[in-house]
C-alpha cells in the first residue's frame, strides 16, 4: 500500500542534541513538507521542498536543517540551535493543487 | 490579516445537533479548498475537498464562495465520533509540482451525549 510513513513515533532529545526524524513517501508525490504542532496550536511550516535537491524555507526554519537527496525521503533535523524544540512534527506530502497526505507524526521531547 | 481564519471553539454540542463550521481565506488567488479532521495527538486526515458547486458526503456538506472568500463545512446528525479539530485548508497553486498549503488554526468540536 502507497503511503508516508514517520519514524521514530516518539523521540527523546537531550539539551544540546541534534536528532533526525525520518520521512519516507511511496505515493510519487514531487512536493513534500515538514510542519510544527504545538499543544492546542495549528500547523507551522518548517521546510518545504519539491523537487530533489532542492528545499526552501518555511516560516519558521531556524534551529531546523533539511535534506532532499530522493524523491521519496525527507530527513528532518533539529539541531541544538532549536531552542524550544518539544513538538509534535507532522511530515506531508502532495503534488499541486491537490490535498496533501501526512504521515503519523514525531513526538518529540526534550529531557 | 490572517491567510486562514477560523472560529477556535470549542463548540460544545449535544447528540444528533447540526453545527457548522467557518472559514475565511485572504488571498483571492486560492486555488483548491479542503477541509481535514484531526484527532487529538494524531495526524490531519483529509475530510473532502470543497468544490465551487458544494458537495456532500453523508452527514457532512462543504460550501465554497469564491467572491466572498469563505468556506463552510455543515456536519447534521453529530455523532460522539465527529469530536474531533476540523481544519480548513487553501492550497495556493501557482503551477508546477508543488503547492502552497495553508492551514488555518482549527476549530474544536465536542459532541456530548
Known amino acids: 500500500d502507497g503511503g508516508i510513513t514517520q519514524s521514530p513515533k516518539y523521540l527523546f532529545r537531550k539539551e544540546g542534541q541534534n536528532v533526525t526524524l525520518s520521512c519516507e513517501q511511496n505515493?510519487?508525490?514531487?512536493?513534500m513538507y515538514w510542519y510544527r504542532q504545538d499543544p492546542g496550536q495549528g500547523l507551522r511550516l518548517i521546510y518545504y521542498?519539491?523537487?530533489?535537491?532542492?528545499?526552501q524555507k518555511g516560516d519558521i526554519a531556524e534551529g531546523y536543517s533539511v535534506s532532499r537527496e530522493k524523491k521519496e525521503s525527507f530527513p528532518l533535523t533539529v539541531t541544538s540551535a532549536q531552542k524550544n524544540p518539544t513538538a509534535f512534527y507532522l511530515c506531508?506530502?502532495?503534488?499541486?493543487?491537490?490535498?496533501?497526505?501526512f504521515g503519523q507524526g514525531t513526538r518529540l521531547t526534550v529531557v | 490579516r490572517k491567510e486562514v481564519e477560523q472560529d477556535p471553539g470549542p463548540f460544545n454540542v449535544p447528540e444528533g445537533a447540526t453545527v457548522a463550521f467557518n472559514c475565511t481565506y485572504s488571498?483571492?488567488?486560492?486555488?483548491?479548498f479542503f477541509w481535514y479532521r484531526q484527532d487529538c495527538r494524531k495526524e490531519p486526515k483529509l475530510l473532502m475537498s470543497?468544490?465551487?458547486s458544494g458537495n456532500e458526503d453523508g452527514r457532512f456538506t462543504a460550501q465554497l464562495n469564491r467572491a466572498s472568500q469563505y468556506i463552510s463545512l455543515l456536519i447534521r446528525d453529530s455523532k460522539l465520533s465527529d469530536s474531533a479539530t476540523y481544519l480548513c485548508?487553501?492550497?495556493?497553486?501557482?503551477?508546477?509540482?508543488?503547492?502552497?498549503?495553508?492551514f488555518g488554526k482549527g476549530t474544536k468540536l465536542s459532541v456530548k451525549p
Open positions: 470543497v468544490y465551487s
Open positions: 506531508a506530502c502532495g503534488t499541486g493543487p491537490d490535498e496533501a497526505f
Open positions: 485548508v487553501v492550497n495556493l497553486y501557482y503551477g508546477g509540482s508543488q503547492g502552497n498549503l495553508i
Open positions: 521542498s519539491q523537487i530533489v535537491n532542492d528545499f
Open positions: 488571498n483571492s488567488a486560492s486555488q483548491s
Open positions: 505515493l510519487n508525490h514531487d512536493a
